[in-house]
Nanobody, 126 residues
Framework: QVQLVESGGGLVQAGGSLRLSCAAS????????MGWFRQAPGKEREFVSA????????YYADSVKGRFTISRDNAKNTVYLQMNSLKPEDTAVYYC???????????????????WGQGTQVTVSS
């Protein structure tokens, strides 16, 4: 089973950018579809973005469309989330998640992912 570790979070001013990374170990990432979710204080964990195994399809929440870009490098076993034009409402803990390509899944659905990282904090100041 793959293990996931996120990095790249931090404090940034509104309008700034951050790039999150999710490094996988244990198994090759190419066997998994990948997603990013976030959870703000007092709120449920919500879908942000997802990418299929071969990068052929990407998905975004309406709230981040046009500002965030998901990508992956299977050779480096890493998934990225480039976040531009950050807003205070983007403040949350961001989680990387994986689901095996052997499963039939809805990549925007949190419940379909069975492997999660520990999360990285993103704070956007106004």
């Amino acid at each position: 089973q793959v293990q996931l570790v996120e990095s790249g979070g931090g404090l940034v001013q509104a309008g700034g950018s951050l790039r999150l990374s999710c490094a996988a170990s244990g198994r090759t990432l190419s066997r998994y579809h990948m997603g990013w979710f976030r959870q703000a204080p007092g709120k449920e964990r919500e879908f942000v973005s997802a990418i299929t195994r071969s990068s052929s399809n990407t998905y975004y929440a309406d709230s981040v469309k046009g500002r965030f870009t998901i990508s992956r490098d299977n050779a480096k076993n890493t998934v990225y989330l480039q976040m531009n034009s950050l807003k205070p409402e983007d403040t949350a803990v961001y989680y990387c998640a994986a689901v095996s390509v052997d499963n039939i899944v809805i990549l925007t659905a949190r419940a379909h992912y069975n492997i999660w990282g520990q999360g990285t904090q993103v704070t956007v100041s106004s």
